[in-house]
């Protein structure tokens, strides 16, 4: 599975960005897809996913009511839409597929799980 993301770049705290991820390769088994956010020095954190059949979406409670995560099953594309994004929300966005993923008490458990190579995302004035 290959990822490939696209639409980071630099936004003014406010205002709205996309990002956008397609998966290529050998797709059939994934049944999931998500974003995650890293900063220097830290983990990556989760912050939405979205199930492709089930259509169950999990976001970090810091992105409720602001980001919303879509995904397209013909494309293989998962999308994230941030609108009000703060400081905060700075750091690399990276895309994840996941294959034979189970949904358990607000969040997805994959059997594999596949990275994209990260897009900066950077919220500053």
């Known amino acids: 599975v290959q990822l490939v993301e696209s639409g980071g770049g630099l936004v003014q705290p406010g205002g709205s960005l996309r990002l956008s991820c397609t998966a290529s390769g050998i797709t059939y088994g994934i049944n999931a897809m998500g974003w995650y956010r890293q900063i220097p020095g830290k983990a990556r954190d989760l912050v939405a996913t979205?199930?492709?059949?089930?259509?169950?979406?999990n976001y970090a409670d810091a992105v409720k009511g602001r980001f919303t995560i879509s995904i397209d099953n013909v494309k293989k594309t998962v999308s994230l839409q941030m609108n009000n994004p703060a400081p905060d929300d700075t750091g690399v966005y990276y895309c994840t597929a996941m294959t034979a993923a189970t949904y358990y008490a607000g969040r997805y458990y994959p059997k594999d799980e596949y990275w994209g190579q990260g897009t900066q995302v950077t919220v500053s004035s």
């Open positions: 979205i199930g492709s059949g089930d259509g169950n979406t």
